[in-house]
């Protein structure tokens, strides 16, 4: 494998690499799946919000033709009244087309009559006597005469138990004693016209008054979605966007639900029809998809974090390795001093880059005084633990720039990059006096030595190391022939 090949490698094979890709995939991966999600949830609503609208449309007509008919049959009857001027006791052909038209809405709406006196009458004249007087009927307050029809409240027939809406025609004038005529429309085929359209599971459907009254919900259970309030909000709103089908998303105090709500006003009529849906209902849907979208992307998430984290563990086993071969090759396991080998390449770089800058690089070479009979007297054991303590020593004088290096037995050289050599006696003086503060306990008494200092600079005129170290070694021989613990130039 070619150099070039080895550095490439070692540039994507590292943690900071791992750690990169690894969360730009995890971050590639979850954006999609967030995009995705709300591309899809806001789909979703869209597709709940047209469903809404369609079905509010579809009841708005069929609420408006049930109407319709109804208003048409009894303006019919207004104009027989006023026509015939016949009795209602003894108008057979009324009570006849009254009977047809309750047979024709399936007997779910009745017809009764308001006399001068404000009693309610059946067809044949009888006074309907557990309703009273129609202007103290309730669901009739607020009837005008001569307006046209009236669409009143929700009441519960005496009779029957059963819930039905009261409208109000009144006549111009009077006629036979009668001044109004009353539609009993029962809401239970309403309500089943809107339950088989009304969106499950969580739809409701509710008729509403422009006056925010409710007068049908379906089903009938969620009549408590359907406050006052909310009824009111519905109708300011259509007052104010003056449009039909608006939908909006209704986010509720703590108790009550969160819908999506359409509605639409019931034309010629004063009503609305309004249809919501549960909105964790509508996504309910939504829901469940992003739930196996969520598991899946995981499935993919967790296998990469266990990779990125096993190459992790490994790249983390490589360095330790790689620092382990480094300082076997590059090191002296003894003192933890360069080796020579290294030393010379990292003097050769330090004097090229002296000449080429034209800065100043001094050598101090140093060795131990008396090392064979330190050995030979005290031991190998004791020997190493002076070389050791040299070291140490002499590492704690020097700057992170500076190296020692072990390149003989007992001898030591020791690099000072951008020193001259002046400043390099300065180094040597406090190494030496350093070294001279060391002591060794041992069997045989305690162990102290001295070393002695060749110092040399570098200049323009050499050529490579050799004359550098030639320089220091002559120095070095120098201080010892002056008797040991001294240092000398050369």
């Known amino acids: ?59 708005e007509e069929q609420t408006r033709q049930h109407f319709r008919l109804l208003n048409f049959f009894l303006l019919d009857s207004a104009h027989w009244l006023q026509r015939e001027r016949r009795e209602l006791a003894k108008d057979l052909t009324l009570r006849e087309r009254i009977e047809t038209f309750r047979v024709s809405t399936g007997g779910s709406v009745d017809i009764r009559f308001v006399d001068v006196d404000g009693r309610i009458l059946d067809e044949a004249g009888v006074a309907d006597q557990t309703r009273g007087a129609a202007a103290e009927y309730d669901p009739l307050k607020g009837a005008r005469p001569a307006a046209g029809l009236y669409i009143g409240n929700v009441a519960v027939n005496p009779a029957g138990n059963r819930r039905e809406l009261l409208a109000s025609f009144p006549l111009h004038q009077p006629v036979r004693g009668i001044v109004s ?25 509710a008729l509403l008054r422009l006056d925010g009254s409710t007068l049908a919900t379906v089903p009938e259970s969620s009549g408590a979605l359907w406050p006052s309030t909310i009824a009111a909000e ?127 690089l001094s050598v101090l070479l140093f060795t131990i005084d008396f090392f064979r009979r330190i050995n030979d007297g005290y031991g190998h054991a004791i020997g190493d633990q002076v070389l050791i303590a040299f070291a140490e020593a002499a590492r704690n004088c020097l700057r992170h720039e500076d190296l020692v290096g072990r390149i003989g037995a007992c001898e030591f050289a020791i690099m000072l990059p951008g020193t001259d050599l002046d400043d390099s006696l300065v180094v040597a003086e406090r190494i030496r006096a350093e070294i001279a ?54």
């Open 1 to 59: 494998m070619t150099r070039d090949a080895i550095r490439h490698l070692e540039e994507w094979a590292n943690p900071r690499t791992v750690v990169i890709l690894t969360l730009l995939l995890l971050g590639a991966l979850w954006t999609v799946v967030i995009t995705s999600a709300l591309a899809a949830r806001r789909e979703s609503i869209e597709n709940s919000v047209q469903l809404l609208q369609r079905t509010v449309r579809g009841l």
């Open 234 to 360: 519905v109708v300011q709103r259509q007052v104010d966007q003056a449009q039909d089908s608006f939908v909006f998303i209704d986010e509720r105090e703590a108790g009550e639900t969160r819908q999506l709500v359409s509605y639409s006003t019931v034309r010629d009529f004063p009503l609305l029809v309004v249809v919501s849906q549960d909105y964790e209902e509508a996504l309910a849907p939504w829901f469940a998809q992003m739930l196996w979208v969520v598991l899946l992307a995981l499935g993919v998430t967790v296998p990469l974090v266990i990779v990125a984290w096993r190459s992790l563990r490994l790249l983390q086993a490589i360095a330790i390795r790689d620092a382990a071969l480094h300082r076997l090759t590059t090191g002296d396991s003894l003192t933890g001093a360069s080796n020579r080998q290294h030393f010379a390449d990292r003097l050769d770089g330090a004097l090229r880059r002296s000449q080429a800058e034209h800065t100043p």
């Open 181 to 205: 005529l009353l539609a009993l429309v029962e809401l239970t085929a309403l309500a089943g016209s809107y339950e088989e359209q009304r969106p499950v599971p969580g739809g409701t459907v």
């Open 437 to 490: 503060r060391i002591s060794i306990p041992s069997d045989n008494g305690t162990v102290e030595f001295t070393a002695s200092v060749g110092a040399t600079a570098a200049n323009a005129a050499d050529q490579s190391i050799d004359e550098l170290l030639r320089r220091a070694t002559a120095a070095l021989h120098g201080a010892r022939l002056e008797g040991h613990d001294h240092v000398a130039t050369g």
